[in-house]
């Protein structure tokens, strides 16, 4: 199951990063926008983002302004952006990064199937909805995975690989492997919700804001506690800002309506509020904390 090609759908926030990690692997990589005026700006991030890379390795001295040139160049020459989703046929992993909306991508991959070789992988990059659904909308559940990477995709080291329990075992190695190949440290886990790390951190998350609902202690106080007592870069109050409060409350809200017996996804009252109020966070300039841009006020 050898891949040589890489289709990627969506050249957003997420989609441009895994564009550039694959093709800087050295994967032909084509990537499917639905308007040109967003796959320019995805392309141009890209080709910013290289140019920036290129620049630091000569820079650290890891390599020579000619040879970081003639490694942008190749990475950069390597993908091709298109609006036409019959560009992904001949793919051998297509990824999809585009908005969570679980109809949508429902549509996207019964497309997808149709459209692809027999043999193309399909994954999807959701944060939040089961995969098995969209691999049976694709009609070939065998070779779906979830391939979930963390933002900025450049930097985080970690890529979730989630298989169903019709995923193919030859898939799984298969895109675990791609995962490895363009530098991840892959991670395999069965489709369940929040998969390995949301799991874990959204209900902290939660816990936090039950803690500052109740007046346990400030929000100030309890960053502080996880970032001077466990070594946490932030605490769990900025970190709500930072997600936004409303992704973190739609993820919330998907939990508990399919799984309304765990305790560990419940909803506090004062993140419905905040998100009633428009107080979304630090992209709104208030959540939790007052933002200027990105730091607190
Ligand atoms: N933002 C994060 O931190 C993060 C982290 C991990 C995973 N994710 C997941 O990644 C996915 C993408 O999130 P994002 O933050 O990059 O969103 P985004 O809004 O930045 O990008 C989505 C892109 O998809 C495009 N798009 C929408 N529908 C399309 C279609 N039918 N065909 C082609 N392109 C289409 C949009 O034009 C947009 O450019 C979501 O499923 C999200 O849950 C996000």
Not at 22 to 36: H, I, P, R, S
Not at 129 to 138: H, L, R, T, Y
Request: charged share 25%; with cysteine.
């Amino acid at each position: 199951m050898e891949i040589k090609k890489v289709g990627v759908v969506g050249c957003g926030l997420m989609g441009h990063g895994i564009v550039q990690v694959a093709a800087q692997a050295g994967y032909e990589v084509v990537v499917v926008e639905t308007e040109q005026g967003y796959l320019d700006k995805g392309l141009s991030r890209i080709e910013k983002s290289l140019a920036k890379l290129a620049a630091k390795s000569v820079e650290k001295g890891k390599a020579t302004a000619e040879d970081a040139e003639a490694g942008r160049a190749a990475s950069w020459g390597r993908i091709t952006g298109s609006l036409d989703k019959q560009d992904l046929a001949d793919c051998d992993l297509v990824c999809e990064a585009i908005i969570e909306d679980l109809e949508i991508k429902k549509a996207l991959f019964a497309e997808l199937g149709s459209i692809c070789k027999p043999d193309t992988i399909l994954a999807s990059n959701t944060s939040s909805f089961p995969v098995s659904v969209m691999a049976e909308a694709s009609g070939r559940a065998d070779k779906f995975v979830g391939l979930h990477f963390f933002n900025p995709v450049q930097l985080m080291r970690l890529v979730e690989v989630v298989r169903t329990d019709a995923t193919d075992p030859a898939v799984f190695a298969a895109a675990q492997g791609f995962g490895k190949s363009v530098g991840k440290a892959p991670v395999g886990c069965k489709d369940t919700p929040g998969f390995v790390v949301n799991r874990l951190l959204v209900p902290y998350m939660t816990q936090s804001l039950l803690m500052l609902e109740r007046g346990d202690a400030t929000a100030a106080d309890i960053d502080a506690a996880m970032q001077f007592g466990c070594g946490h870069p932030m605490g769990p109050i900025t970190l709500t800002d930072y997600v936004g409060l409303d992704t973190t409350l739609y993820i919330l809200e998907g939990w508990v309506e399919r799984y309304p017996n765990e305790p560990a996804f419940a909803i506090p009252e004062i993140l419905r509020q905040k998100v009633a109020e428009g107080k979304l966070g630090r992209k709104t300039g208030e959540g939790f904390y007052k933002w200027d841009g990105d730091k607190k006020s």
